[in-house]
């Protein structure tokens, strides 16, 4: 039963489903997009693994409690311990014991996992100005981050 909106410019229950349908359907079809060369292998880097190495590269000492980092990315710890052994084999992170509480493990960023942050950080900047700000604009992508955030707020 949709809800009464007279009188008002609110919208109906079946155009505000719309709207956030269509939100997932963009970021489900952009976010590709927004990963595509990033891997240094040559595949495309999995989403998590971007954003570890951008969260440790933008926190002090570029490093942060591994359970902190596991949280901010939304993944399991058993998820988050796979992707760090991952990015640990490859040297792009290493584990740091902290030495005033031994149950705390830093995830750190290594001068190797620096260098990637930089690179992939560059083409993912590229490619947002690609696919996100040629279509809204400066004005848009600035509502949006508005938007997404006074979202982000009210949810926490």
Request: charged share 30%; proline share 5%.
């Amino acid at each position: 039963m949709e809800s009464d909106t007279r009188g008002t410019d609110a919208p109906g229950d079946d155009e505000l489903i719309t709207a956030w349908g269509l939100v997932h359907e963009a970021l489900r079809d952009i976010d590709p997009l927004l990963l595509k060369g990033i891997d240094p292998s040559g595949g495309d880097m999995a989403g998590p693994w971007f954003e570890v190495l951008v969260r440790l590269q933008r926190s002090p000492g570029q490093r942060l409690p591994m359970s902190r980092l596991a949280r901010e990315v939304s993944l399991s710890s058993g998820g988050f311990t796979k992707l760090a052994d991952r990015l640990a084999h490859k040297g792009y992170l290493a584990r740091e014991a902290c030495p005033t509480d031994r149950r705390v493990v830093y995830a750190v960023l290594t001068p190797q996992g620096r260098a990637l942050a930089d690179e992939a950080k560059a083409r993912h900047a590229a490619l947002l100005r690609e696919h996100v700000l040629a279509v809204l604009g400066a004005d848009g992508v600035r509502r949006l981050s508005a938007l997404a955030r006074a979202l982000r707020d009210a949810a926490r």
